[in-house]
């Protein structure tokens, strides 16, 4: 890093050059797969054996991907963050994508942390929503394995942390105000029934200061995707339960009249 950049230029810099650039795209919402001819095609079958129904999904909304990680965990992974809520990235389509970001610059000390959060519906003619997660998880390893710009990449599949998971380790070299930092990266994707979950943890040492330690980096991305799960799964079971109460509330209300 230059050693005139302001802390703030400087830290403005890194946060975007932390992030992968596809997991940028990423955040825009899949495409219809439906025919224009669909409508005479239910018409035709009006009146004939019921059509089949995708199955069933376990999540059927997103929270805030700002929201799957607490504050405590940020003052640990993140020294410094600013904002500590962190910052949303733009999706089309919140209920089916989204993105946070938390960047902080302790000293001469550079972490970043950006969630994704991906959800799948069930498609009869691309697979259920479980299925379709699966799929996506090759594709978020893919973008770190297939770079050539990444070394040193380590993968590993992760036990304990939601349906299936993921690890990989590696290093990257940015360009940030016309001069090259290093980095050491984490991603750790992560599938909880029919969403994905992708963690990219990145951290440096600036001004010549200490590389963090690979070990350490591992530890807080597989942290922070451990409790990004864990927030996750409590939304559903949390809808589950709201779902269930307004029920019972429908019928007692039937039962009055």
């Not at 733009?90 to 994704?116: F, H, I, M, P």
């Not at 349906?163 to 984490?186: G, L, M, W």
């Not at 922070?224 to 109460?245: I, M, P, S």
């Amino acid at each position: 890093m230059h050693p005139t950049a302001t802390p703030q230029k400087a830290l403005r810099a890194l946060a975007w050059a932390a992030v992968p650039a596809l997991l940028i795209a990423g955040c825009s919402s899949p495409a219809s797969d439906s025919g224009a001819d669909g409508n005479d095609d239910g018409a035709a079958a009006e009146g004939s054996e019921s059509a089949p129904e995708p199955e069933p999904v376990r999540f059927a909304d997103l929270p805030s991907p700002c929201a799957v990680i607490g504050e405590d965990t940020i003052d640990d992974i993140v020294p410094k963050a600013d904002p500590k809520g962190g910052s949303a990235l733009t999706s089309n389509d919140t209920s089916l994508s989204g993105t946070c970001l938390w960047s902080g610059l302790k000293e001469y000390q550079y972490r970043s942390l950006t969630v994704s959060l991906r959800r799948f519906e069930s498609d009869l003619s691309l697979g259920s929503g479980d299925e379709r997660a699966q799929g996506f998880i090759a594709q978020q390893v893919e973008e770190i394995t297939g770079d050539g710009a990444n070394s040193d990449i380590a993968q590993e599949d992760l036990a304990g942390t939601g349906d299936s998971a993921i690890t990989i380790a590696y290093n990257a070299e940015k360009d940030i105000d016309d001069d090259t930092q290093d980095f050491r990266q984490q991603r750790v994707v992560v599938r909880t029934g029919n969403v994905v979950v992708t963690v990219d943890y990145a951290a440096t040492g600036l001004e010549g200061d200490d590389m963090p330690g690979a070990k350490g980096v591992r530890e807080r991305a597989e942290t922070a995707a451990a409790e990004a799960v864990e927030r996750l799964d409590a939304t559903a079971q949390e809808d589950g339960g709201d779902a269930d109460e307004e029920s019972g509330a429908d019928t007692d209300k039937k039962d009055d009249a």
